[in-house]
């Protein structure tokens, strides 16, 4: 499948791609909002059209993600790994159309030296909703289908950019419930010398679930907060 997603040359296409991807397609063509996250954006059309990017490739270790650790001086989401991305910008176009597939590379690109080029959009998952900052996210699937060169650009925005093997998400030792001093709790991965929560991890743990890999875990097993976070 492919789909023409208007100008400067953006499109979605599942031609192609490993074949591994299949089931994160086929779970990006079927999943619910819901079945995603209890978030989801207002009704009324309120918070900030954003987007990121979620980019599998494959490493030596076989599928891997592209994450990053934001910056600790940054507003919101400080210190936090996430997918990159950030919110529309006027030239990235519509936010109902095309705009969040071109926010997400755009960002990428901004955050990590990505080459966009190398990059193929296959999906796009249903928007959620993060209310503490009041984004309303789209996340777009890609295949890092041309790997480049990636790292900080901006130490005031990005503190590291790194890859995780899916297999290190997948592992049971690396997964725990993380717990916030609100009483909020979600699912976390400790990998990478890092402590994935929030929203990123709430993503990654339900396509791990749709696309099938998930393994059984200790839901138990509780990981606490800083207040700061």
């Known amino acids: 499948m492919t789909r023409a997603s208007g ?9 192609g791609l490993p074949g591994w991807l299949d ?3 086929r779970a990006a063509e079927t999943v619910q909002p819901r079945q995603l996250s209890r ?3 207002p009704e009324d059309g309120a918070g900030r059209q954003s987007a990121v990017l979620i980019l599998f490739g494959e490493g030596e270790r076989g599928p891997q993600l592209l994450l990053m ?3 600790s001086s940054l507003r919101s989401h400080a210190g936090q790994p996430s997918f990159p991305g950030g919110a529309l ?3 990235d176009g519509d936010p109902e159309g095309d705009g969040p597939l071109r926010a997400a590379l755009r960002e990428a690109e901004e955050e990590t030296g990505l080459d966009p080029s190398g990059v193929q959009l296959f999906g796009v998952l249903p928007r959620l909703y993060i209310p503490v900052s009041g984004f ?8 890092w289908r041309e790997p480049s060169p990636v790292g900080v650009v901006d130490p005031n925005e990005t503190a590291r950019v790194f890859t995780v ?35 990123t991890a709430g993503i990654i743990d339900r396509l791990l679930h749709y696309a099938g890999w998930e393994r059984p875990w200790d839901r138990d097993r509780r990981v606490p907060l800083d207040w700061r976070s």
Request: aromatic share 8%.
């Open 7 to 15: 100008t400067q040359g953006v499109t979605l296409s599942t031609e």
């Open 23 to 25: 089931p994160v397609v």
């Open 39 to 41: 978030f989801l954006p």
């Open 69 to 71: 650790e934001r910056a």
């Open 89 to 91: 910008d006027p030239q």
């Open 136 to 143: 309303v996210v789209t996340p777009v699937l890609a295949w």
């Open 165 to 199: 093997p899916v297999a290190d998400l997948t592992d049971p030792a690396h997964r725990a419930t993380a717990v916030h001093p609100s009483g909020h709790s979600g699912p976390a991965f400790l990998v990478e010398s890092a402590l994935v929560w929030g929203f």
